[in-house]
Each structure stands twice: as structure tokens, then as C-alpha cells.
């Protein structure tokens, strides 16, 4: 979700916050026990409900993944799926089915997502395009000072952005890469969507950052942009490898790839140009874990990933 989609919630405003006390601590920490991260408030308000933050253990994936967009591997067919997404905001259940599902090896993250779709429309077919004018799924992957932005669109076309906490920037060495340069003119302050008061303030957002290696695919179960017929849906697949990952690494040290039980906060969302009719309150952002705010840009409520050594087609067939 990007600043631009604070225009698309159900009657131009957000509900009331849903305010709980937050000791998730920080994002992204390698460890069972998080440490609040510096610069973070351990006793403060953010909108999600902890005790309603998704968990998800990742397992291994054995054999060749091809990414092909289609999900038809051994790995993904036993790997678990995430429950339907919900809203957002309400946390209710959505017009159509969405899930996701994570794998890792020694080289990359993998991420699925089976999206039910009627009619799979998708226009924008330059990197960088504003994915979230079309239909999207979305990916983000937080580091302890950092995370990364990807979203994808049934044409395969990527948005991907870098934000960085300004709290940590001078001292994290970002300055180091050009892509984060505060000279590089697609280097922007950047201040959230909907929960623009966090506790961290302020975070730079990079919009020239490329995540290196990356490998996207979708299969679309339907025809695309036709109205005369009803799709199935479409499916995502992605490989992030660990190598890209050293800026979201790099303040925590965290081991790439994970070690047997590190754990990770990534977040997984869809949002959708179209709204289920009333009574439903859609606001037509969908998430595996829900955010209370009209804002995916807030780590705190991201799932926490657990990564498991244990091979995932093995551990199915005990």
C-alpha cells in the first residue's frame, strides 16, 4: 500500500483506532523473545491487537522450485496455507477467497498466493507502475530499522520500495548505496498512510531500489481482461533471494538464510479496485493479518514468520 490509496477507504475516513498495548517488540528480530528496537517505545499504542497477530511456521522446500506462477510443485501442494484473508480494518471475512503460503531454501523466501478473482483485469505493464491502481497482491518483509515494499499485478508487473527509519539512518550506514542517498531525488521523506503518528516518527522511502535477484511469476485461471466469461482467479509466485536481503539484515545481524526457529515479521495483503456491495463494509484492502488502519506500512502488526529446518514434503507424509 502506498500514500496514494489513502483515498480509497470506505467513505474517505478510517474507523475509530483499535488500541492495544504492543509488546510484539521489534520487528523482524532473529529470536523467540524480541527486544523493543531502538528508537521504539515498548509500551506503545498501535492500532492492531497483538494477541490477534498472525503466527505462520515456514518450512523447507526440497527439489527445484521453477517459478512459473502455477503452484503445482510437490513443496506447495504441502505447504500450509494461510487462513482467508480478512479486511483490513474490520477484520470481517471478504468478498472472495485469498491465501498465502511461504517456503524457504538455502537460496530464497517463496511466496504463493492463490487469489480468487471472477474477472482478472490487470492494465500496467511497466516496473515501478503504481501496481495499487490495478488489482494487487503485496508483500512486505521487515528488518529491525527497515522493510521492503513489493507489490505485483496479474500481468506480472512489479512496485517495489525501500523504507528506512530515520531514526537509524546516520547510523546504519545507508548512505553507503546510491539507491538510499538522500540526494537520490527517488529518495522521499515518508510519513505512513493512515497511522502517521508512530512511534519511530519519520522513515525515508526509497523508490530506486531494485530488490536484486528477484524471480516473479503468475498464472492467470481464466482470461485476462475479457468480460464475457468468469476467471477461476490467479496465482503468484515469487523467490526472494537471501542475498538481496542484507539492508533488512543488516541492523540485527540476522543469519541469511534463517537458522531452525528465527523469526521474521512479513506482512501479506491484496487490495482490489472494487468493493463488495452493502451491507458489507469492505474497504477493499484485504490481509492475512489485520492492521486495524487503513496502513500496511506498520511492522508492529505484520505476522510473525517462524522458520523451520524440517523438510515440508517429509513432514506431511508422517
Known sequence: MSEHKASMTAGGACPAFILALCLA???GAPSRAEPPAPGTNALARFPCNPAEIAHYTAYRASGVVHIDGRLDEPCWLAAPRSPRFIDILTGKPTLYDTRAAVLW????LYVGF?????????????????IYENNDVEVFIAGRDTYYEFEINALNTVYEAFFIWE???????????????????EVKPFNGVGFTNHPRGLRLGSWAFEFP??????????????DSDTDRGWTVELAFPWAGMKWLAKADGRALPPR?????????????????????????????????????HVPE??????????????????
Do not use: M
Open 167 to 185: 531514526d537509524a539512518y546516520d547510523k546504519g550506514g545507508y548512505a553507503e548505496a546510491p539507491e538510499f542517498r538522500r540526494s537520490n531525488p
Open 260 to 296: 531452525d526457529g528465527d523469526l521474521w515479521r512479513i506482512d501479506f495483503s491484496r487490495f482490489n479496485q472494487y468493493k463488495a456491495p452493502p451491507p458489507a463494509q469492505d474497504s477493499s484492502g484485504w490481509f492475512w493479518s489485520r492492521h486495524g488502519v487503513w496502513d500496511s
Open 213 to 226: 535477484g528477484l524471480k516473479t511469476a503468475v498464472h492467470v485461471d481464466g482470461t485476462l481482461n475479457e
Open 114 to 130: 492463490w487469489v480468487e478473482e471472477p474477472k482478472v483485469k490487470a492494465t500496467l505493464t511497466k516496473h515501478g507502475s503504481h
Open 301 to 318: 502488526c505484520f505476522p510473525y514468520i517462524h522458520f523451520s529446518t524440517n523438510d515440508v514434503i517429509r513432514l506431511n507424509a508422517k
Open 105 to 108: 531454501d538455502d537460496l530464497n
Open 25 to 27: 517488540g521489534a520487528p
